[in-house]
C-alpha cells in the first residue's frame, strides 16, 4: 500500500506513540497498521480514547469497542470521559473547538505520562481536501491552502514539544474501508457525520463528492497535490520574510509572550506586497498569540493604516489596537487590568449554518451579523462620542443618554464594558444590544461575543 511510504517516513525504530483511536474507520486502520509496523520496529503504543459525551449510549459503545480491541491486543488503554458541550459553553468557543483542544490536552498528558515522543491522529486525504476547501470558503490566505501537515510540533502544558504525526494521510476514505474489510476488521461509524448540519459535513457528503463523481475522478487527488505545492510555497514566503523579521519590533513579558509589536512603515513600503502582508500578518500573530480568525481583511486594514497619517488607529481581532505613530505603527493588546475593564470577552466568527438555528437568549451570550459590523469590535470602557443606533428606525442614541435615561450611576458609568468598533457601541454589556445589527434570515458569518470572565 502507498501508505508505507509515509508510516517509515514518521515513525523510526524505539518510538514511543500515543494513538488517538475514536474506533471509527480511519483511527482503526492507523492502529490496525501502527501494530502491524511493531513487529518489525522496536516501538510502543498507547492507546487513547475520548468520550465527548455528546452522543449518549453511542458513544459509549465506541468507548467499549475501542477498550476490548486493546484488552484482546494487549494494548495500553486510556479512556476519559467528559461534557464537550459544557466545555465549549464555559470557554466560548465552538463544540468541535473546545474537542480538539480538549483532546490534545489529553493527549498531551499521556505523552508527558508514558514518556512518547510521538501523537498519532488519524486524519485521511478526504479530510485534507475537505480542510482546504473549508479554509478557502472562509477567506484565508495561502497557509490554509496547505490543509492538514503529515506532521508538526504541539506543545504540552507542562511546555514540552512533542511531534503530532497523521500516518493515514495519504490514504482515501475508500482506500483505508477497502483495507479494513480485507483486514476483517469491523468499525464504528458515528451519525454525526453523516448529517448536513454543519459546513464541515456539507463539504464532506455533499460539496467534495459531487466534485468527484461530475467534474473529475481524481479531485481528492488533486486538492492533495495542490495543498503539498501551497505547503512548499508557504515554506518558502516564511524564509524569505525572516529575512526581513527586523523590520518588527516585538517586545515580549518576563514570560516571553509578546506585549507589543512596532512595524516600521519606511522599511516595508519598499517591500514586494507578498513579503510586505506576510510582515503584517505575523505582527498580528505575534500580538495576539494565535493566527485563527486572522484573514485578509485584517492585514490588509494594517497595511492601509501605514500610509495613514500620525495619531490614525484602527481594531484588529483578539483586542489588538494599532496605532499610527509617526513612522511606525504599534500594534498592542488590551487587557482588563490595562483598561480597568470588569469582564473578559471571548469572540469568534462562525458560518451562520454552524450555530443552532434558535438564537440564545442568554445575558452572557450576544450574536452579531458579522457582515453589518464593518471591522473587528473591541471591548473597552465607555468614551465620549460614543452611540447605539436603536429601534426599528436604527435611530442614534448617544451612549452618554442611554446611561441617563437607564439611571444607571454615575460612579458606574465610566467603568462599564462596551463592545464597539470606533464610536459605534454593539452591546453594553449587562444592558442593552445595538440593534443595527441583529441576526436576520440573510445572515451568513455571526459573530459570537461571550462574557468569559465577571472579574468583579
Excluded at 511510504?5 to 492507523?30: K, Q, T, Y
Excluded at 487513547?48 to 491486543?73: L, P, S, T, W, Y
Excluded at 486525504?125 to 508538526?152: C, H, M, W, Y
Aim: neutral net charge.
Amino acid at each position: 500500500m502507498r501508505n508505507n511510504n509515509l508510516l517509515r517516513e514518521l515513525i523510526v525504530p524505539g518510538d514511543r506513540i500515543i494513538a488517538g483511536v475514536s474506533g471509527g474507520a480511519d483511527s482503526m486502520c492507523m492502529l490496525l497498521m501502527l501494530l502491524e509496523l511493531k513487529k518489525s520496529l522496536d516501538i510502543e503504543i498507547i492507546v487513547a480514547h475520548v468520550n465527548h459525551g455528546i452522543r449518549g449510549e453511542e458513544a459509549k459503545r465506541d468507548a467499549e469497542f475501542v477498550e476490548k480491541f486493546c484488552k484482546e491486543r494487549n494494548v495500553p488503554f486510556e479512556l476519559i470521559n467528559t461534557d464537550i458541550i459544557g466545555l465549549a459553553k464555559e470557554t466560548g468557543t465552538s463544540t468541535e473547538e473546545a474537542g480538539r483542544n480538549f483532546r490534545y490536552e489529553f493527549f498531551t498528558e499521556l505523552a508527558h505520562k508514558y514518556g512518547a515522543g510521538k501523537i498519532a491522529v488519524a486524519h485521511n486525504s478526504d479530510d485534507n481536501a475537505e480542510t482546504v476547501l473549508f479554509n478557502i470558503f472562509r477567506g484565508s490566505g495561502i497557509g490554509g491552502l496547505k490543509g492538514i501537515l503529515p506532521q508538526r510540533s504541539i506543545r504540552g502544558k507542562d511546555g514540552t514539544t512533542y511531534t503530532l504525526i497523521r500516518p493515514v494521510l495519504a490514504l482515501s476514505r475508500r482506500e483505508i474501508e477497502e483495507y479494513l474489510k480485507e483486514a476483517g476488521q469491523d468499525f464504528c461509524i458515528d451519525s454525526t457525520n453523516n448529517g448536513e448540519d454543519y459546513s464541515r459535513n456539507k463539504i464532506r457528503n455533499i460539496i467534495l463528492p459531487m466534485a468527484r463523481d461530475s467534474i473529475n475522478a481524481n479531485t481528492f487527488g488533486h486538492i492533495g497535490s495542490l495543498s503539498r505545492q501551497a505547503g512548499e510555497i508557504f515554506d518558502f514566503l516564511e524564509q524569505e520574510t525572516e529575512k526581513y523579521a527586523g523590520v518588527l519590533d516585538v517586545r515580549e513579558d518576563d514570560h516571553g509572550i509578546a506585549v507589543s509589536v512596532s512595524i516600521d512603515c519606511e522599511a516595508i513600503a519598499g517591500l514586494h506586497p507578498v513579503i510586505r502582508k506576510s510582515l503584517l500578518r505575523r505582527a498580528i500573530g505575534k500580538t495576539a498569540g494565535r493566527l485563527k480568525d486572522i484573514e485578509e481583511i485584517h492585514v490588509e486594514d494594517l497595511e492601509a493604516l501605514t500610509e495613514k497619517q500620525s495619531g490614525r488607529r484602527i481594531s484588529l481581532p483578539y483586542g489588538i489596537t494599532a496605532v499610527k505613530e509617526n513612522k511606525r505603527i504599534l500594534l498592542s493588546k488590551n487587557t482588563g487590568d490595562e483598561t480597568g475593564l470588569s469582564v473578559d470577552i471571548h469572540m469568534e466568527v462562525f458560518d451562520r449554518d454552524e450555530l443552532p438555528e434558535e438564537i440564545p437568549k442568554e445575558k452572557e451570550l450576544k450574536w452579531f451579523d458579522y457582515e453589518k459590523i464593518g471591522g473587528w469590535p473591541t471591548v473597552r470602557n465607555p468614551k465620549k462620542g460614543d452611540y447605539l443606533l436603536i429601534g426599528n428606525e436604527k435611530n442614534k442614541k448617544s451612549l452618554n443618554r442611554f446611561m441617563i435615561d437607564s439611571k444607571i450611576p454615575l460612579h458606574e458609568r465610566k467603568s462599564i464594558a462596551v463592545l464597539a468598533v470606533g464610536s459605534h457601541v454593539l452591546w453594553i454589556v449587562g444592558y442593552r444590544q445595538d440593534e443595527s445589527c441583529l441576526i436576520t434570515s440573510s445572515t451568513k458569518k455571526v459573530l459570537t461575543a461571550r462574557i468569559t470572565e465577571q472579574k468583579r
